[in-house]
C-alpha cells in the first residue's frame, strides 16, 4: 500500500512538473473516459426504461415489499422489490396512456390529504381509456 501511494504521489509530483504531459496524455484521457462512463450510464438508462416500458403494462405505486409480475413497482423508498426508487405523487417520468391498470395497497394513509388530487390526476394520465384502478385502504382517516 505504501508502495502504491508513494507511485501516485510521484506520477502527480511529476504531471506538475511537465504540464504538457497534461495537456496532450491525462486530459484527453479524461475527456475520453467521462464521455464513455456519460454515454454508457445514459445508454444503458434509455435501455432498461424502454425495456421496463415495453415488458411492463401495469404500474404499481407504493409497492414496499410486494413486487407484482408485468408491472413497474414503485416506491419512495429503496426497498427489494422496488424497481424505480420514485415520489409517487406525481408520475411526470411515465408516459401517458401507457398502462393497463395501477394498483396500489396501503399507499393513500401515507400521501397528504392536500396531495390526493395529484395523485388522481396522475393516474389518470398514465392510464389507458380501457385501463383499470385498484387502490385498497386500510386506514384513511385516523381517529
Given at each position: 500500500?505504501?508502495?502504491?501511494?508513494?507511485?501516485?504521489?510521484?506520477?502527480?509530483?511529476?504531471?506538475?512538473?511537465?504540464?504538457?504531459?497534461?495537456?496532450?496524455?491525462?486530459?484527453?484521457?479524461?475527456?475520453?473516459?467521462?464521455?464513455?462512463?456519460?454515454?454508457?450510464?445514459?445508454?444503458?438508462?434509455?435501455?432498461?426504461?424502454?425495456?421496463?416500458?415495453?415488458?411492463?403494462?401495469?404500474?404499481?405505486?407504493?409497492?414496499?415489499?410486494?413486487?407484482?409480475?408485468?408491472?413497474?413497482?414503485?416506491?419512495?423508498?429503496?426497498?427489494?422489490?422496488?424497481?424505480?426508487?420514485?415520489?409517487?405523487?406525481?408520475?411526470?417520468?411515465?408516459?401517458?396512456?401507457?398502462?393497463?391498470?395501477?394498483?396500489?395497497?396501503?399507499?393513500?394513509?401515507?400521501?397528504?390529504?392536500?396531495?390526493?388530487?395529484n395523485v388522481?390526476?396522475?393516474?389518470?394520465?398514465?392510464?389507458?381509456?380501457d385501463g383499470?384502478?385498484?387502490?385498497?385502504?386500510?386506514?384513511?382517516?385516523s381517529k
Amino acid at each position: 500500500m505504501l508502495l502504491k501511494n508513494k507511485f501516485i504521489v510521484d506520477l502527480k509530483y511529476r504531471i506538475k512538473e511537465f504540464p504538457i504531459i497534461y495537456k496532450v496524455i491525462i486530459k484527453p484521457i479524461k475527456i475520453i473516459l467521462l464521455t464513455t462512463y456519460f454515454l454508457n450510464c445514459n445508454v444503458n438508462r434509455f435501455i432498461k426504461w424502454n425495456f421496463f416500458l415495453k415488458n411492463n403494462y401495469y404500474l404499481h405505486l407504493g409497492c414496499g415489499d410486494t413486487k407484482l409480475e408485468k408491472a413497474i413497482n414503485v416506491d419512495a423508498r429503496y426497498t427489494s422489490a422496488a424497481d424505480i426508487r420514485y415520489n409517487c405523487i406525481n408520475l411526470k417520468i411515465f408516459p401517458s396512456n401507457h398502462f393497463q391498470g395501477v394498483f396500489s395497497n396501503a399507499f393513500w394513509e401515507h400521501v397528504y390529504l392536500n396531495e390526493r388530487q395529484n395523485v388522481i390526476n396522475s393516474v389518470i394520465r398514465v392510464i389507458r381509456n380501457d385501463g383499470f384502478v385498484f387502490f385498497t385502504v386500510e386506514y384513511l382517516i385516523s381517529k
